[in-house]
C-alpha cells in the first residue's frame, strides 16, 4: 500500500504480474494489525518467497474465474481461503521485513526528484542532492531499492523508456526520439540491455501496442 502523497519508488526488474488485495478494514484491528507499521511515518516492505507469491496468485486467478462463471455464493469463502494465504505469507514474511521511517523518505525522495531532472546523474550529483555521503547514499538505495544507486538509475530509465513506448500512439512513432528523450546515447548497448530486461526489443514493444486505423491497419512507427 502506498499513500497517494509518497513517490513510487519501484521499478521492475524483468517482467512481471501485479495483483492488487484489499483487506477489509476490520481485519486491520485484529489479526492483520501485526503486519501494520507501528506509526503513519513509517513504511513496511516486505519480500515473501516467489514460490509462496505465486501460489497466492495463482489462487487469486482461479477465484476470479470462478466468480465470472457465476459463483457468487462462494463469495464468502472465497474471500476467507485468499485472506488465510495472504496471512500465512506475511506471517513467514515478517522476519525478513524493512522499515522506512519519514527522514529516509525524504532524502529517497530528493533522490527521485534529482533523477527526474536528469535520469543519468552521477552518484555524487545524487548524494549532494539528497544532502548525504555516497556511503549513505549507496546503503540507503540498497535497503529501498535492493540495489546500488548506478544500477537503480539504468533501471528507473529502462522502465521509463518501456512505459513511453506502450503508450497509445495514433501516429508515426520513432523510437530513437523517445530513447533520446530519457538519456539514451548508446542506443546499441541500450537496447541490448532493454532486451535483456524485458525478453523483447523496444520494436516488439512497439509493435504491441500500435493503435489500429479504422482500415484495420496499424500505425506506422520508425526506428532510425
Known sequence: MIPPASHFTFACTGPMQWILFSVPVELTN?????????????????APPVAELV???????AARKVIELGGLERLQAIETSLLGLLDSILSDSVANRRYFDKRNEETISKILECLRRDSQSHVLTLARAAGVSERTLHRLCWKYFQMGPKRYSKIRQLNLVRRAIRQSHSTPVNITDILSEHGVTEFGRFAIEYKALFNESPTETLQKYLVPRSNGSH?????A
Open 30 to 46: 485484529g489479526g492483520f494489525k501485526k503486519y501494520l507499521a507501528p506509526t503513519e511515518t513509517i513504511k513496511i516492505l516486505m
Open 219 to 223: 500505425s506506422s512507427y520508425r526506428e
Open 55 to 61: 501460489k497466492l496468485v495463482d489462487a487469486a486467478s
